[in-house]
């Protein structure tokens, strides 16, 4: 069973950092695109990032210049390395896998809390 745990959420000041990890077990991780999605209370869930199997990334315009996504396929795990964090970052923030042949899978999702 795929399997996709994240880890390294919690709760920061505004302006600084936290890096999220996402550990991947049971799938082909290096042929899945990978990607972080955030939710906040009463809001929809959004694209954070994503990083194709090639390495090319995206982001969303509200993260863009403070967030870098990042894989490490021989540990099958991806990072979000966040700095300049604000409030309005606050959310659960997911791990998603996706592949047009392996299909979609998400994680459990980490808290990131950002407030005095």
């Known amino acids: 069973q795929v399997q996709l745990v994240e880890s390294g959420g919690g709760l920061v000041q505004p302006g600084g950092s936290l890096r999220l990890s996402c550990a991947a077990s049971?799938?082909?991780?290096?042929?899945?695109?990978m990607g972080w999605y955030r939710q906040a209370p009463g809001e929809q869930r959004e694209l954070v990032a994503t990083?194709?199997?090639?390495?090319?990334?995206n982001y969303s315009d509200s993260v863009k210049g403070r967030f870098t996504i990042s894989r490490q396929n021989a540990k099958n795990t991806v990072f979000l390395q966040m700095n300049s964090l604000k409030p309005e970052d606050t959310a659960v923030y997911y791990c998603n896998a996706h592949s047009g042949v392996g299909g979609d899978w998400w994680g459990q999702g980490t808290q990131v809390t950002v407030s005095q």
């Open positions: 990083i194709t199997r090639f390495g090319s990334t």
């Open positions: 049971n799938i082909i991780f290096r042929i899945y695109t």
